[in-house]
């Protein structure tokens, strides 16, 4: 059965801190897996899109990345802002063009 | 371009009610997907319409259905609403059914 494992499940750092979010799928066959990033109450937007050949992808702060090997993606935040804050959700495309959604790691940044 | 709208934003029925939500996606995007999202159940998928017909089906029950119109703006209906249907309802449009560009949903409430 494919699925999309996210953790940890919530997540509190502060301003200025690096964190890791973690994703391990067992989606087969495999297409890409993208970041979203989903603020309280809105839709998620894209954050980054990896394929097999990827292994790092940066935007900004954050930087993806991904070993097709283990089937295992993280996205790191650098330096950390209040506006971070939001649900981080990792989709994997499979055959069919099937997607498989992670449950997503809630961050809060604090002061 | 305009981006994916939902309307409305807010909705709160009552038990056995039903109801009827839009979804209009950016122009030019013929394939739109709808989704419900639940704290703790992250995106589960409903259908997805392409080119005014249903081309993929999530598990939900016959209570949820959906449609397609020739301007690709896509509607989705729940009848006999149970409180379990409470719930953020997101529409995502896509061009080439690869990214998929999320409205900002419609928050349902059901009492």
């Known amino acids: 059965k494919n699925q999309v494992e996210q953790s940890p499940q919530s997540l509190i750092i502060l301003e200025g801190k690096n964190c890791t979010l973690q994703?391990?799928?067992?989606?087969?066959?495999?297409?890409?897996l993208r970041w979203y990033k989903q603020d309280t109450g809105r839709g998620p937007v894209s954050l980054t899109i990896?394929?097999?050949?990827?292994n790092t992808k940066s935007n900004g702060r954050y930087t993806a990345t991904l070993d097709a090997d283990t089937k295992q993606s993280s996205l790191h935040i650098t330096a950390s802002q209040l506006s971070d804050s939001a649900s981080y959700i990792c989709?994997?495309?499979?055959?069919?063009?099937?997607?498989?959604f992670g449950t997503g790691t809630q961050l809060k940044v604090e002061l | 371009k305009a981006g994916v709208t939902q309307t409305p934003r807010y909705l709160i029925k009552t038990r056995g009610q039903q109801v009827t939500l839009s979804c209009s996606p950016i122009?030019?995007?013929?394939?739109v997907s709808w989704y419900q999202q639940t704290p703790g159940q992250g995106l589960q998928f409903l259908f997805e319409?392409?080119?005014?017909?249903?081309?993929n089906k999530g598990n939900f029950p016959g209570r949820f259905s959906g449609r397609q119109f020739s301007n690709s703006r896509s509607e989705m209906n729940v009848s006999t609403l149970e409180l379990g249907d409470s719930a953020l309802y997101l529409c995502?449009?896509?061009?080439?059914?690869?990214?998929?560009?999320f409205g900002p949903g419609t928050r349902l409430t059901v009492l």
């Open positions: 989709v994997v495309r499979g055959g069919g063009n099937k997607l498989t």
């Open positions: 990896m394929t097999f050949s990827e």
């Open positions: 319409y392409f080119s005014e017909t249903q081309r």
């Open positions: 995502a449009s896509s061009l080439d059914s690869n990214e998929q560009f």
């Open positions: 122009s030019g995007h013929r394939s």
């Open positions: 994703c391990n799928y067992t989606v087969s066959p495999f297409s890409n």
